[in-house]
């Protein structure tokens, strides 16, 4: 079980991805309630949280949202939810949530397959700077 601090929510992202890195980098920066929590897929806690949750990483392995209440939230409802709790007006995208979920990630699939040819990998996952180390589960 993860210990994740009251009222706050953990994205687990592609930590040698440069779109997932700079993703990260937005929330970080636009997170002004400070509900977002931190951490690589290849981490310690999202390896337990795959194993936990018996995730494919064949068919997902660019972005997780996990809160305790609501469990994994996958691909672009993950990214949609992300929107939402950032406030407004990144919000306002949460409006695709009504769209059917095998539509939305069949745009999600297309990018995340692509993500790597289009915007490049690190070598290693992304080390947050003392500042943001708060904001990082390890």
Same mark, same amino acid.
């Given at each position: 079980m993860i210990n994740l601090p009251?009222? !706050? !929510? /953990?994205? /687990?992202?592609d930590g040698v991805c440069n779109l997932c890195n700079s993703s990260v980098q937005y929330v970080i920066k636009h997170d002004k309630n400070n509900i977002f929590m931190l951490a690589a897929l290849q981490s310690e806690v999202g390896q337990q949280l795959i194993k936990e949750y018996k995730i494919d990483t064949k068919k997902t392995d660019s972005i997780l949202l996990y809160t305790t209440k609501e469990g994994i939230s996958y691909k672009s409802t993950a990214a949609l939810k992300i929107a939402y709790y950032l406030g407004f007006p990144n919000s306002i995208l949460s409006v695709f949530l009504i769209v059917p979920a095998f539509i939305r990630n069949w745009v999600y699939d297309y990018i995340a397959k692509n993500r790597y040819k289009w915007y490049g990998k690190k070598e290693s996952c992304m080390i947050p700077t003392p500042e943001l180390k708060s904001k990082f589960l390890e």
């Open positions: 009251q009222n !706050k !929510k /953990l994205i /687990l992202f």
